[in-house]
């Protein structure tokens, strides 16, 4: 069998450096274990950029071959048609959606580029794997240099319903180009199904099997491949020295208040000011937990040449500020708000010692944070996993507290249920999803892929 050859816009780095993202995260783990190429961005802006010198760096069994972008790919790539125009629809923000056709033509120059960068690297028997929204066309450019290798695509982000995907200006052709894939992946069975009825609905598509489709004279697999984590490695992060240290530091601040930690990019997809809200609406409903309960929201930048991702970090701060000035004692502040990322060990250990994770994005691909605060419970003592109903991670870890992330009262109740909940429920909640998460952990994730696109 030939090589794996993993494409991604983000690439790496190898080691945890608390810079967030799942899609890198995953990826990390998979290509330890599996060993192969992984070619994507280097994150660098340069003159050159993808005409520059490939930079290969090579770590054990994984190579890293990333090249650079030019200013206007970056912004006409990343910042525009990725970012500004597919980010939010595929989120099913019509209303932050951007259509400008240099953004468009910057996309397509890029995923042409990456091609072309991209093709030396294959040999016969290879097979290439492509992640995320950042490429959706780029089989079909490498298909037209004559590439007839297997590929694979995994969306990492949702797809909305058909009705809001025909707001995206020529979406045929976008979706065409997707079909050049062997393999389509998606997180959750509500984003295959919303690609199924889009190929039917727009493009005369037919399903010729359970797994597989018949469009724009292609056979392809469309199928869900909910993504996992290393779940026992994470569920011995806690232990480590970092993630002691960092549960010792909260159990110093905290005594015998308890805890509820938010982990999110600033990104208006998470609901955070929701969640603040929510907060905010249990300490007025039920104000016992006035100086009992604080939220510590990690938050670390995301995107931030973006207006959206500017606009709803002041609006954060405003409202962190906000119900502090109204609820604060002087020995007790409502919401701790943490504008910088933290190593994964870190994390781990503030998961620990958080009586409850509050996950509630208003659209969300998977959500690995859900899964890690999980992996990182004290089987003895675990806490409460309160998980908005559109995470993907809601379809398998429906043990979880479900809420509805616009429903300020309802996930005030939940909060206040969850903090109430006795030990015998907190623990049965648990098993069963740290044995769901320990079943379909990103090996499983990337096996099960790999073996589809094997053919
Ligand atoms: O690369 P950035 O623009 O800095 O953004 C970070 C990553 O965000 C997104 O992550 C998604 O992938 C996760 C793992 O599958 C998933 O759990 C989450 O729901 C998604 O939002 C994005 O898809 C990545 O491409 C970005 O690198
Ligand atoms: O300060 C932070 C915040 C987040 N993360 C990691 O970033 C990933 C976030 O993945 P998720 O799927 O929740 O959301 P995304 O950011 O990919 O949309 C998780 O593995 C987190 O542990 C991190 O390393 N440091």
Known sequence: MGKLIVVSNRVGPLKDTGKAGGLAVALVDVLRERGGVWFGWSGQVSEEGTFGEMKRQKS??????????NKADYEEFYAGYANRTLWPILHYRLDLA?????????????NER???????????????????????????????MGVECRIGFFLHIPFPSPDIITALPRHTALVRSMLAYDVIGFQSNRDRNHFIEYLIQEAGGERVGEDRVRAFGREVVVKAFPIGIDAEGFSQFPKSPEGRR?????????????????????????????RFRA????????????GRVSLLQVAPPSRSELDAYVDIQR????????INGRFADVDWTPIRFIMRGFPRKALAGLYRSSRIALVTPLRDGMNLVAKEYVAAQDPEDPGVLVLSRFAGAAEELNESVIVNPYDTEEVAGS??????????????????????IVTNDAKRWAESFLSYLSG
Request: aromatic share 10%; net charge negative.
């Open 246 to 274: 960092q549960s010792q530091r909260i159990k110093a601040i905290l005594g015998d208040r308890a805890q509820i930690v938010g982990v999110d990019r600033v990104d208006y997809s998470k609901g955070i000011p929701h």
């Open 60 to 69: 054990r069994n994984v190579e890293l071959a990333t090249v650079d972008m």
């Open 415 to 436: 909060l206040q249920m969850a903090l109430q909940m006795p030990l015998d429920e907190r623990k049965s909640r648990y098993e069963a999803m740290f044995n769901k």
């Open 315 to 322: 609006e954060l701060e405003h409202l962190a500020g906000q």
């Open 98 to 110: 951007e259509f400008d056709r240099p953004y468009e033509q910057g996309y397509r120059r890029v």
């Open 114 to 144: 990456f091609a072309t960068r991209l093709k030396p690297l294959i040999e016969p028997g290879d097979v290439v794997w492509v992640h995320d929204y950042h490429f959706f066309t780029l089989a079909g450019q490498l298909r037209a």
């Open 279 to 290: 907060f905010e609406r249990l300490l007025e409903d039920y104000p016992e937990n006035r």
